[in-house]
């Protein structure tokens, strides 16, 4: 354990995926407003590239999903940097509903600023029309489900639009085109698929369950030390003492403290050995909860 290097090599874009990017594409065109839904632990890496060449001019508010789960002073050194760069930038938790609202007066606001074009082609007082977009497990459902008050409202095909295109209606004024699948980032870093493996977005069942809480583990021993020997309730002094052990390798100090985890939350097997698999879980649930705290993986 102590020894192994963690390896991502996963084809992450199914074929199908093709096709919902040359439909996405097509749709753009009878879209005013996109919606991307970003993670906001992990704003870089929940972010397909792809999006910003299909997208190119066309007006978009960020949704920095998960916030609650994030650190709030990074939070909003990401919505200025976004702000900066010429978007919008909502925080917002999906599941809870917090920020939904926020989120619907930005989308009115960004196209109240460009309605003018289509006044001028006499588009009046015609619905906002808005596509949603995020990779998979970022909260794209979820927002839909909040946004339409869990009602969602098919309106019918548009006159000119194929059949297979519905559209919701989010509330009086705003639609939003259903479109099929979402698309995969290309995760030729491996450092974008392991953060995108600690929040949850890439399932356990792809990647090793030990690796990814072993991994993150060592992360959060470089970035958190406090919030981790406080949620563990380990003796600073003695983490330290074994950070500063010149004679351990960087990942037998990691091995040493997530052993310490697990003596302290019982995570032991026969013969008193620790359960690296199961203390792994209990870093990974923990993290992604929020109990070890509101932790921003990528800084703005």
Not at 24 to 49: C, F, G, H, T
Not at 130 to 151: D, E, H, Q, T
Not at 181 to 196: R, T
Request: glycine share 8%; hydrophobic share 35%; proline share 3%.
């Amino acid at each position: 354990m102590s020894n192994r290097q963690n390896k991502t090599n996963i084809n992450w874009y199914p074929g199908h995926m093709a096709k919902t990017k040359r439909q996405i594409i097509e749709d753009l065109k009878l879209i005013d407003v996109v919606v991307e839904i970003l993670d906001a632990r992990i704003p870089i890496s929940s972010q397909n590239p792809d999006i910003q060449e299909y997208i190119k001019n066309k007006p978009t508010v960020i949704l920095l999903n998960k916030s609650d789960l994030s650190n709030s002073e990074e939070n909003k050194k990401w919505v200025t940097k976004i702000k900066k760069e010429g978007k919008s930038a909502v925080l917002v938790n999906c599941n809870s509903g917090d920020g939904i609202k926020d989120a619907i007066v930005e989308i009115k606001k960004v196209y109240n600023n460009i309605k003018d074009q289509y006044q001028n082609k006499g588009r009046i007082g015609k619905a906002i029309r808005i596509m949603v977009l995020g990779i998979p497990n970022v909260g794209k459902s979820s927002f839909i489900n909040r946004a339409s008050k869990k009602a969602a409202t098919q309106v019918g095909n548009k006159p000119g639009v194929t059949k297979q295109k519905q559209w919701i209606r989010i509330e009086d004024g705003i639609e939003l085109l259903d479109t099929p699948g979402v698309l995969w980032p290309k995760l030729g870093d491996e450092k974008v698929a392991l953060n995108l493996a600690y929040t949850g977005t890439i399932k356990d069942d792809v990647l090793e369950t030990i690796e990814v809480g072993f991994s993150l583990l060592k992360v959060l021993i470089e970035n958190n030390l406090i919030e981790l020997t406080e949620r563990y309730k380990l003796d600073l002094g003695e983490i330290k003492n074994i950070l500063e052990d010149s004679d351990l390798e960087e990942n037998e100090k990691a091995l040493e403290i997530l052993h310490q985890i697990g003596r302290k939350r019982g995570a032991i097997i026969s013969g008193g050995n620790i359960d690296e698999e199961k203390t792994a879980r209990i870093i990974l649930d923990d993290f992604r909860s929020g109990k070890i705290g509101k932790i921003t993986l990528e800084k703005a």
